[in-house]
């Protein structure tokens, strides 16, 4: 079983300024590394895939890279509506049951 | 538009049973492998099952195997996830989920509903 570890637990940025978020594998997964917003009440949101690749319509501000165990996502600018709890999985190997997401990192306002 | 809709939640006591719907649109959902996974109160998210494109292949996490079922309607663009004996720690809003394509990870997601299993 492979463990993602997201640190801080809990960031507190300022609007305007950047924030860094990080997420290890215990063991290597190449690039099958997936990024997530989550705001109170919704369902989670894509923002990242392949450890780098921004979905359609993510802004540019939102950033992913790393490989192997060491990702990071890299928010520039916060704005308001990025203040939320952010989770990253791994998707590396088949089936499902492979996969594995970090216990989050919750992005507050300071 | 790909949208997902889940229903069927509520107030279950344990050991009872409840089945979950995934109404799904806007793709061809014949094609799509789909997911459903979990969020328990304040916790973080849980895969929980799977099921092919042709109904053939399942997946199940340790913590529901042999107590939920996965099934599929193509004819009516739907999922199902059949819940039985029903634990407290089953509690959770429950999410359909449908990958990106193969090698992708879980892109579209419904707004979930709400299991609650208490006595």
């Known amino acids: 079983e492979i463990v993602m570890t997201q640190s801080p637990a809990t960031l507190s940025v300022s609007p305007g300024e950047r924030a860094t978020l990080s997420c290890r594998a215990s063991q290597s997964i190449s690039s099958a590394l997936a990024w997530y917003q989550q705001k109170p009440g919704q369902a989670p949101r894509l923002l990242i895939y392949a450890a780098s690749t921004r979905v359609t319509g993510i802004p540019v501000r939102f950033s992913g890279s790393g490989s192997g165990t060491e990702f990071t996502l890299t928010i520039n600018s916060l704005q308001s509506e990025d203040f939320a709890v952010y989770y990253c999985l791994q998707y590396n190997k088949w089936p499902p049951s492979e996969f594995s997401f970090g216990q989050g990192t919750k992005l507050e306002i300071k | 538009e790909v949208q997902l809709a889940e229903s069927g939640g509520g107030l279950v006591q344990p050991g009872g049973s409840l089945r979950l719907s995934c109404a799904a649109s806007g793709f061809t959902f014949s094609d799509y492998d789909m997911n459903w996974l979990r969020q328990a109160p304040g916790k973080g998210l849980e895969w929980i099952s799977h099921i092919g494109s042709s109904g053939a292949t399942t997946y199940y996490a340790d913590s529901v195997k042999g107590r939920f079922t996965i099934s599929r309607d193509d004819a009516k663009n739907s999922l199902f996830l059949q819940m039985n004996s029903l634990r407290a720690e089953d509690t959770a809003v429950y999410y359909c989920?449908?990958?990106?394509?193969?090698?992708?990870?879980?892109?579209?997601w419904g707004q979930g509903t709400l299991v609650s299993v208490s006595s």
């Open positions: 989920a449908r990958r990106g394509g193969s090698y992708l990870p879980f892109q579209h």
